[in-house]
Nanobody, 125 residues
Framework: QVQLVESGGGLVQAGGSLRLSCAAS????????MAWFRQAPGKGREFVGG????????KYADSVKGRFAISGDNAKNMLYLQMISLRPEDTAVYYC??????????????????WGQGTQVTVSS
């Protein structure tokens, strides 16, 4: 049984930083796609960034490139999202997701097999 538990969300002022964590359990995720999505009120779930094989390069949405960075720790089965230069438009619930194996489109939330419960990030102006 795969479980994903996010933590690290909170309230931060514009320009600030946060680090989200996702504790994953239930399998070895080395060859899976692990990603972060976010969902703002009234909007669909949006791809933020992902990584496959935690030593590989990540893919990022254009809106977060240069500000967000994904990393992983295979030994601890953890996924992280370091966010800097936060903006009010980054306000959303952030979700950790896993696609078992490869994905044809990392950006499509329907591709993903498992989701965490989400953690709220609020950026005040």
């Amino acid at each position: 049984q795969v479980q994903l538990v996010e933590s690290g969300g909170g309230l931060v002022q514009a320009g600030g930083s946060l680090r989200l964590s996702c504790a994953a359990s239930g399998r070895t995720f080395t060859n899976d796609v692990m990603a972060w999505f976010r969902q703002a009120p009234g909007k669909g779930r949006e791809f933020v960034g992902g990584i496959r094989n935690t030593s590989g390069n990540g893919k990022y949405a254009d809106s977060v490139k240069g500000r967000f960075a994904i990393s992983g720790d295979n030994a601890k089965n953890m996924l992280y999202l370091q966010m800097i230069s936060l903006r009010p438009e980054d306000t959303a619930v952030y979700y950790c997701a896993v696609k078992i194996g490869s994905a044809t489109s990392w950006y499509n939330p329907d591709q993903y097999d498992y989701w965490g419960q989400g953690t709220q990030v609020t950026v005040s102006s």
